[in-house]
C-alpha cells in the first residue's frame, strides 16, 4: 500500500511539473474605435507558439467572425477575418508585435471602414507559482 501510495504521489508529481513547463498562451482583447457610420472592430484572440485563433466582432457587438492567422517567431503576424455572420468583420490584419515596448502596431485591410493603422497596447499576465 505504501509504496503504491509513493508511485502514485511520483505520478502526480511528475505531471503537474510537466503542465508547469508547457507554454502558456497569450490572450488579447482589443478593440478599435468606433467613428460616425463605423462601429470599429472587437478582437478577442490567444497566440499559442505561432497559431493565431479567436472572435472578432463589429465594435457593438452585432456581428461576429473569426480569426486565425500565424507569426513568424520573430515579431510578423498575419490574421485573417472570416464572417460568421453576414456583416462581420472581414479582410485581414498584418503587423508587427516590437520587443522593445508593449505596444503592437498593425494595418486592417479588406474591412471597409475600419481599414488603415491600428496600435495595440498589451501587457502580459503571467501565472503565479
Known amino acids: 500500500m505504501s509504496r503504491?501510495?509513493?508511485c502514485a504521489a511520483f505520478v502526480l508529481v511528475a505531471c503537474f511539473?510537466?503542465?508547469?513547463?508547457q507554454s502558456t498562451p497569450d490572450a488579447y482583447a482589443v478593440q478599435t474605435m468606433s467613428k460616425r457610420g463605423c462601429?470599429?472592430?472587437a478582437?478577442?484572440?490567444?497566440?499559442?507558439d505561432k497559431t493565431i485563433k479567436g472572435v472578432a466582432t463589429t465594435g457593438d457587438m452585432n456581428a461576429v467572425s473569426r480569426v486565425s492567422g500565424t507569426r513568424n517567431g520573430l515579431g510578423k503576424?498575419?490574421?485573417t477575418l472570416t464572417p460568421i455572420d453576414p456583416n462581420g468583420p472581414k479582410g485581414t490584419i498584418?503587423?508587427?508585435s516590437r520587443s522593445d515596448?508593449?505596444?503592437?502596431h498593425a494595418e486592417i485591410s479588406g474591412s471597409g471602414c475600419n481599414d488603415g493603422p491600428?496600435?495595440?497596447e498589451s501587457f502580459k499576465i503571467t501565472p503565479t507559482q
Open 39 to 41: 462601429p470599429g472592430i
Open 94 to 96: 498584418s503587423g508587427d
Open 77 to 79: 503576424f498575419d490574421m
Open 43 to 48: 478582437l478577442h484572440i490567444v497566440v499559442f
Open 101 to 104: 515596448n508593449a505596444s503592437i
Open 4 to 6: 503504491a501510495l509513493t
Open 17 to 21: 511539473g510537466m503542465a508547469l513547463a
Open 118 to 120: 491600428v496600435l495595440f
